[in-house]
């Protein structure tokens, strides 16, 4: 199989999963035990915690282990919004953005439901927030901005650094799904000062099941799960099989950034996007001109009259051709409904439903690109035609 869904997930680093083995024999013990085994236990909790902190520019006590990225969302949120209102009462505004991971729109859903105010800012064509419009929504009673630094489904950059700013300047937090963006392209939060940060190891080439976000020193929370734990801001023992992996798998992910793997991924994913434009006339890229992550490009399919192609015919007869992609989020696949993220940006469901996402990864090939490219002429003909 050609991989082209690394957004959804990625396969494992060889090396992040020769350090989880010796934790799931052997090396069983509990963290906090106070024998040499937990002890050991709690020494590989801590050198991933240091890793995981440098891929980011964080300390490593800056770093919160989850089960996984939507937990730490939702404990970047929920925990900023509830510590913010206990000092500051007024305090209870939300801002976050209409292309924002289902499980924080679901999230802010339920809050504006139980009396918090909730403002989901649009996007233009592009999928980028406005700056403008992110200045407009803020103001003195917001607690919290949260915005994903990079799109999972268009792999759009949203301006993070500016909403960053402005959050600041109106004495709100502000919290980034960096889930997409790290080890992909350079998250520093030195050059962005967010006060909360998501991250996910099997985006990474680590395991599902271990997440992190990052409290930068002095920022309120409040715990949602009790427990001594991770300095009592998440309770619960510790995975320390999946941790350590996640450890190896960011800094696998910060040699290759320093190595330059981001330019040789964009290099691939071009010729990918080139080549498929060339062999689907009628076929553009959603997103086309803004800033974008460099593994990821995401294509509306039509016929030659710029009808919509069915997308989902294609994404079958690319499975079957040994090629996988997706047609948007992998948490909401499955689904008869059009993506949120391609309707904010503008498009009709007809358009959404046409539109395929190709994510590479540092593992994808050029032969594999030119694979695909080889495969795809008669497929689009054929969904053109179904589409119809």
């Not at 268009?154 to 300047?169: D, K, N």
């Amino acid at each position: 199989m050609i991989h082209l869904d690394h957004n959804a997930t990625t396969p494992i680093a060889p090396e992040a999963l020769a350090a989880m083995l010796p934790h799931l024999a052997d090396g069983f013990a509990n963290p906090s035990s106070p024998y040499g085994a937990g002890m050991a236990a709690r020494e590989a909790v801590g050198t991933a915690r240091a890793a995981v902190a440098a891929l980011v520019g964080a300390k490593p006590g800056e770093v919160v282990f989850t089960s996984g990225a939507t937990e730490a969302n939702h404990l970047a949120i929920l925990g900023a919004l509830h510590a913010v209102a206990r000092t500051q009462p007024a305090r209870r505004h939300l801002v976050t953005a209409a292309v924002e991971h289902p499980a924080t729109l679901l999230l802010a859903g339920d809050l504006a439901g139980r009396g918090w105010r909730v403002t989901v800012l649009p996007v233009g064509p592009d999928g980028r927030v406005a700056v403008a419009d992110l200045e407009a929504a803020v103001d003195d009673a917001t607690a919290l901005v949260s915005l994903q630094w990079a799109n999972n489904e268009t792999g759009v950059l949203q301006p993070v650094a500016e909403a960053a700013a402005i959050a600041g300047t109106r004495g709100a937090l502000f919290h980034s799904d960096a889930v997409q963006a790290a080890g992909r392209v350079p998250v520093d939060l030195a050059a962005v000062p967010a006060d909360l940060l998501t991250l996910s190891a099997h985006k990474m080439h680590g395991p599902k099941g271990a997440g992190a976000l990052v409290v930068r020193k002095g920022t309120p929370l409040a715990v949602q799960i009790h427990g001594h734990q991770e300095r009592r801001r998440r309770g619960g023992t510790e995975n320390v099989a999946a941790i350590a992996g996640f450890g190896v798998a960011a800094e696998l992910a910060a040699r290759a950034l320093a190595a330059g793997a981001p330019a040789a991924t964009a290099a691939l994913r071009d010729r990918l996007e080139a080549g498929l434009l060339a062999a689907c006339p009628g076929a553009a890229v959603n997103g086309a001109g803004a800033p974008r992550l460099p593994n990821t490009t995401n294509i509306r399919f039509a016929d030659p009259h710029g009808r919509p192609a069915d997308a989902e015919e294609l994404l079958l007869r690319l499975d079957r051709a040994g090629i996988q992609v997706s047609m948007g989020a992998a948490c909401a696949s499955g689904g008869n409904e059009p993506s949120h993220v391609l309707t904010a940006m503008g498009l009709d469901a007809r358009e959404a439903a046409a539109s395929l996402r190709f994510s590479l990864g540092r593992t994808t090939t050029a032969a594999e690109v030119a694979a695909v490219l080889d495969a795809l002429p008669p497929l689009c003909a054929r969904a053109a035609a179904f589409g119809t």
